[in-house]
């Protein structure tokens, strides 16, 4: 289902339909449940779900390229956060040595966590990187 | 002799002010020093084929750099470009502050408009039609504020207080960083803390390395990231170790850890890394933001930043960083505004600074303005500090413009300050991470800033600092310690915060929360279109943005003249001995005393009391020899007219006017009522031996002599801010007392002399 501003925001319009990670609905998360040790951090994290559906909104407004973000954001949700910053790290000038460090990245990005746009973005990243010579040294 | 000099004595005066503390640079385009446009700058261009952007801006594809390269791809919608780049500058420019053409319309066309066709557009706007084009663009219609909370020890407990005292404010994002790294851990527990008291939905950041600061983020502990930096020049982006993939990538991380996120960009800092290509500031800042928009970003900080006292030095700097807003709210991106530096030592720069800001509104107007003093900010002193942060209160109701502050009353900011402390003391306690003392405690909520306090040091909050991170402390963790410790108010409100990440509306272009909802550019659109339209400060908001402190009324006025009522009644007595009549010999003068004089009002506003005001003349007249005759007039409160009328009751035809005020005037039988011999205007600066000069010169007339009128001196005192409101309330005393055709009285007056 595809959302629009109509549905905005999704907390107020639909609160019981926003999950957390692990399905427990926002009218769940209370004060007493997190006392209650009912909640972990994995609760308050946001879900593909919810982003595609930001997405969809932004779409709506007329903001494709923050529509697109979501959804690179989608593919992250499930990917952890040590090869997140590892990748990220090899993005940044000079890491990757070579065009293959950035393309076996997004191979990975692809195949273990199923993240094709943002697989494609880090191999449209190697292609400029080739380009431009920014695989040289720098510290 | 007056020795020559060798220069005008003005410039030595100007020399002294703090404008010239201020350098100012030459318009340089070569070496980067131009604000609008350089020879370097390219033509505006596109070329497309096959929905594919083949050139940029006059560069071939194959010749991009990685800038142009992003741009063509993620920014530029070929659908859109060939009919907005077709289109006249100088027609798009009109349409910016055209009412009538609506913003989705404007929106539509930048999708398709290159860097430098933006850069183009705006630089035909002057600085009145960026405003207010400024505030027909925004994304939002309501606008906020964003306020630093740092300190120069890093301290935790002031930081909760601080922040809490900025919640109150109405600061809708709050920002800190530290003074020294390892302290980030200790800064966000503080301040989330601090920032839970109150009311909740303030966002909050630390700027921190940026894995640090997403580690951070994942923690729960902030709820947004802005320091994600963009550059207008290759080599400046790489030397900020990052490229455009890079940060869009960091983007993403963001959303997928639902936490809000813009970049940060601005003028200058190009020029700052000495990778400007010499282009133009504009130019440059107009690549950034179209990157910005490519990398899908939901907003932006921007409007020099870092490089705004560089491009304020600079020809049309501070109208160029008006421009650089105006393009990224016109790319449809939320602009926090900058407004964040010290560009200049000049408080009328300051003013006029942020002043286009306050009345056009944004989404942020000051990212963020110093809510502790300058040396306590950790980021370098922002444009409008603690010390200015009244002014700022001031400037909302002098325009009744809404800056997003609401003022706050020191009782209530004393409250929230204690609370803010003791939660942040309470929570640390309950963690095991430090137990501050009493005495530290209360050190930090009476602090104006660090220099006040004797509590946590840099050291002691490095211990903090690593702890939390390595153990592992959650935001569930803080929370849990506040409900245990019977901060349960404060735990919902900062649980609700992490909970704004579950469905991400606070993801869309200019979130933020307002009476615990979101507010952004999806359901409070910017809808100007006109007068009537857009955001229109209500007067409900009105009458907070009014309720300044120390505000002057009548019963304000009254009340402190009746704290003098019982002081004079033991210095002085009236006495009304009937109708006045007319001196038969020339050896008197007349003292016309106005309706409430010594009655309803007793002091002068100088703070003389009024018996010895009339003591003094009265002695000075005696003194030559002359007979003093006090009487009063009820038909008229106006001074030339109490001078003129007592002039001629006088035998000697010299009468002094005088008001319960103070004001007075030597006036002369035969002449024009506001012609007179000497007035005494400035009241709040005459002196008793001023009143006791004018005694000794009206009688000096009367004999016939010619004396050196009495000069009060004054240094430019804004005499007028200072006592005018009050010298209104206290005439409309006198002028409500008047009495149409009322006869002149004779008055005894007799001074008792006791002196308390």
Not at chain 2, 87 to 92: G, I, P
């Amino acid at each position: 289902m595809t959302r629009t501003r109509a549905d905005y925001p999704l907390a107020e319009t639909q609160p019981g339909a926003v999950t957390g990670k692990h399905g427990k609905a926002l009218p769940e998360i209370t004060l007493d449940a997190v006392l209650a040790g009912e909640v972990t951090m994995e609760d308050l994290r946001i879900t593909p779900q919810a982003l595609q559906a930001q997405a969809d909104v932004a779409r709506d407004v007329g903001r494709p390229t923050l529509a697109l973000n979501f959804e690179r954001g989608a593919e992250l949700v499930e990917v952890p956060q040590d090869f997140i910053m590892q990748v990220y790290e090899l993005l940044r000038p000079g890491r990757a040595k070579s065009k293959e460090e950035l393309l076996e990245a997004a191979a990975t990005m692809r195949d273990t966590y199923q993240a094709e746009r943002i697989a494609r973005f880090i191999e449209e990243a190697a292609e400029t990187y080739a380009a431009r010579g920014l695989f040289t040294f720098r510290f | 002799m007056t020795p020559k000099l060798n220069r005008w004595k003005r410039f030595a005066d100007w020399d002294e002010r703090p404008l010239r503390l201020d350098k100012f640079a030459a318009e340089d385009p070569a070496n980067g020093f131009s604000a609008f446009s350089s020879p370097a700058d390219p033509k505006p261009g596109i070329g497309i084929t096959g929905g594919r952007v083949v050139s940029l801006d006059g560069v071939l594809e194959h010749d991009y750099d990685m800038i142009d390269r992003f741009i063509a791809r993620h920014h530029i919608d070929s659908d859109v470009a060939p009919e907005a780049m077709a289109l006249d500058s100088a027609t798009v420019a009109r349409w910016l502050v055209d009412m009538n053409v609506p913003r989705e319309k404007l929106v539509r066309l930048a999708h398709g408009m290159t860097p430098a066709k933006l850069a183009e557009v705006v630089s035909q706007l002057n600085a009145l039609e960026i405003a207010f084009a400024y505030s027909k663009m925004r994304a939002r219609k309501t606008p906020g504020n964003q306020a630093h909370v740092t300190n120069a020890k890093d301290d935790p407990l002031q930081l909760a207080a601080d922040a809490a005292t900025a919640v109150a404010f109405g600061f809708d994002e709050i920002e800190t960083t530290m003074r020294v790294s390892r302290n980030a851990w200790s800064n966000a527990v503080a301040c989330a803390v601090g920032g839970a008291v109150g009311r909740w939905g303030t966002l909050f950041q630390c700027s921190s390395e940026e894995a640090e600061e997403l580690r951070i983020a994942m923690a729960g502990f902030t709820s947004y990231a802005e320091t994600v930096s963009v550059y207008g020049t290759e080599k400046s982006f790489t030397d900020g170790d990052d490229t455009p993939w890079s940060k869009a990538f960091l983007a993403a991380a963001y959303a997928s850890r639902g936490v809000k996120m813009r970049c940060t960009s601005g003028a200058g800092s190009e020029l700052l890394m000495g990778f400007h290509e010499a282009k133009s500031l504009l130019y440059l800042e107009a690549r950034c933001l179209c990157l910005q928009r490519g990398m899908g970003v939901q907003g932006t900080q921007n409007g020099g930043i870092d490089g705004a006292p560089l491009t304020a030095t600079i020809p049309g700097g501070v109208r160029e960083l008006m421009a650089e807003n105006l393009i990224a709210v016109w790319l449809d991106l939320e602009c926090a505004s900058g407004n964040d530096a010290r560009s200049t030592e000049s408080e009328i720069r300051v003013g006029a600074k942020i002043l286009p800001y306050l009345i056009a509104g944004s989404d942020l107007i000051c990212s963020g303005m110093g809510s502790i003093l300058k040396y306590d900010n950790s980021f370098n002193p922002s444009l409008i500090n603690g010390e200015e942060l009244e002014d700022y209160l001031v400037l909302q109701r002098d325009f009744e413009a809404d800056g997003g502050l609401t003022p706050l009353p020191e009782s209530r900011a004393i409250e929230l300050r204690e609370r803010a402390v003791e939660a942040i003391a309470a929570v640390f306690e309950e963690l095991g991470l430090s137990t501050p003392t009493e005495d530290m405690k209360t050190s930090v909520v009476y602090a104006s800033g660090s220099d006040d306090t004797r509590s946590l040091m840099p050291r002691d909050v490095s211990f903090i600092s690593e702890a939390i991170k390595e153990r592992g402390i959650t935001v569930i963790d803080v929370v849990k310690a506040l409900a245990n410790r019977g901060f349960r108010e404060e735990a919902e409100n900062l649980l609700n915060v992490v909970k704004l990440r579950l469905s991400g509306d606070y993801l869309q272009t200019s979130a933020m929360i307002r009476n615990g909802r979101i507010v952004s550019a999806v359901n409070d659109p910017n809808d100007y279109l006109g007068p009537g339209s857009g955001y229109r400060v209500s007067e409900e908001r009105r009458l907070q943005l009014n309720d300044i402190r120390d505000v002057l009324d009548q019963k304000e006025v009254l009340r402190s003249e009746a704290l003098h009522e019982k002081d004079e009644a033991r210095h002085i007595r009236y006495r009304n001995l009937g109708p006045a009549a007319s001196g038969s010999t020339n050896d008197d003068v007349v003292i016309g005393i106005s309706p409430a004089f010594g009655l309803k009002l007793y002091r002068t506003t100088a703070g003389h009391r009024l018996s010895e005001v009339l003591g003094a003349m009265l002695d000075a007249i005696r003194a030559r020899g002359l007979k003093a005759r006090v009487v009063r007039f009820r038909h008229t409160a106006d001074t030339s007219f109490l001078g003129l009328s007592a002039a001629r009751l006088a035998g000697s035809g010299i009468g002094i006017g005088i008001q319960a005020k103070g004001t007075a005037v030597i006036h002369q039988r035969d002449r024009q009522p506001h012609n007179n011999l000497e007035l005494f205007s400035n009241a709040p600066i005459t002196r008793l031996e001023h009143y006791r000069a004018l005694g000794a010169n009206a009688a000096a007339y009367a004999l016939g002599e010619m004396p050196e009128p009495i000069v009060v001196p004054q240094r430019g005192e804004a005499m007028g801010s200072r006592y005018h409101a009050r010298v209104a309330l206290i005439y409309a005393i006198e002028t409500g007392l008047t009495e149409a055709g009322a006869a002149p009285e004779e008055v005894d007056v007799t001074l008792t002399g006791v002196k308390s």
